[in-house]
């Protein structure tokens, strides 16, 4: 089976997208290029409709326009599931109009980290913590696929150093949300780095083989997602957990259901609806409920 590619556009990259056309504009250097033909425009749209900028793309997709330049031109990449070091968030196309040009005239090589408020660094690509993640922010289940990688897939704590400190560096303020972690990184991690800005991106299956992790988040009052399949985790005892936030992936209509009254007890839940081989009416359903309903955190 072939790895599944991702295209992602940088965030320093401004994205305007209409029925006629589509404007990519590289805020670091100013380059602009409009793209009229149809792929372009949807591939623009689904990039647009993306919180990461970050869409699953075909081989064929390589060659559609809007691709070829953004990667020539250093404003985007295509990344496997299996290569995938880090995932950042980015605000510049949250904003258009007169409020984009004044943001853009401040973006530059030297202040642009500063716009960046979240990265997600993957410690192991092979973890599986890991892979569950990827699979719940891109919404597809991958049946029996094995994650390869022709590199050391597992972060040493040197790697890991290098990759909190350059990012604290340009963000001090960055929240840094690790994922794949084991024991061993995680008191690396949290007796070097107290006092950054931490989230820990964890299963249930890696707390129960780690049971330390937990009773360590609690003693130091660690910030920490859980990723909660419905369907087959017993949660019950976690979701009381205020330090928790959850990444609740959604099967079916009784994943929905539930998942729906743990909004309405106030726990801070993302719904992470996933394509299955068998839920594809499920799946449609869902096109009648808002964004705001699938995507956005409820308080």
């Known amino acids: 089976m072939e790895d599944s590619l991702y295209f992602y556009l940088e965030p320093y990259v401004y994205l305007k997208n209409s029925n006629n056309g589509l404007l990519l504009v590289n805020l670091l250097d100013d380059k602009a290029f409009i793209f009229e033909d149809l792929k372009s425009i949807t591939i623009g749209k689904q990039l647009q409709s993306s919180p990461q900028k970050t869409i699953q793309i075909t081989e064929n997709d390589t060659q559609i326009p809007i691709i070829v330049y953004a990667i020539k031109n250093f404003m985007g990449d295509i990344v496997s599931a299996s290569t995938q070091p880090l995932q950042f968030y980015s605000e510049i196309n949250h904003v258009s109009g007169f409020d984009a040009y004044m943001k853009s005239i401040i973006y530059s090589k030297y202040d642009i980290g500063r716009y960046i408020s979240n990265c997600t660094i993957f410690a192991d690509m092979a973890n599986q913590d890991s892979y569950d993640y990827i699979k719940f922010i891109t919404g597809i289940e991958q049946k029996n696929k094995k994650i390869d990688c022709e590199f050391s897939s597992n972060m040493s704590a040197k790697d890991l150093d290098l990759y909190i400190q350059q990012l604290v560096a340009i963000n001090p303020d960055i929240t840094l949300n690790i994922c794949g972690i084991n024991l061993t990184l995680f008191h690396h991690i949290f ?39 419905i369907s087959h985790d017993n949660y019950d005892w976690y979701i009381n957990d205020n330090l928790c936030s959850i990444n609740a992936k959604v099967e079916n209509d009784t994943d929905l259901d539930v998942a729906d009254k743990l909004l309405e007890q106030g726990h801070k839940i993302k719904l992470c609806p996933v394509l299955t081989l068998n839920n594809n009416d499920f799946i449609k359903s869902l096109l009648s409920i808002s964004k705001d309903e699938l995507l956005e955190y409820r308080q």
């Open 191 to 229: 007796s070097k780095y107290q006092n950054a800005p931490i989230n820990l991106i964890v299963s249930l299956r890696t707390l129960r083989l780690y049971p330390d992790i937990l009773n360590q988040i609690r003693q130091k009052q660690i910030r920490y997602t859980l990723l909660l399949d």
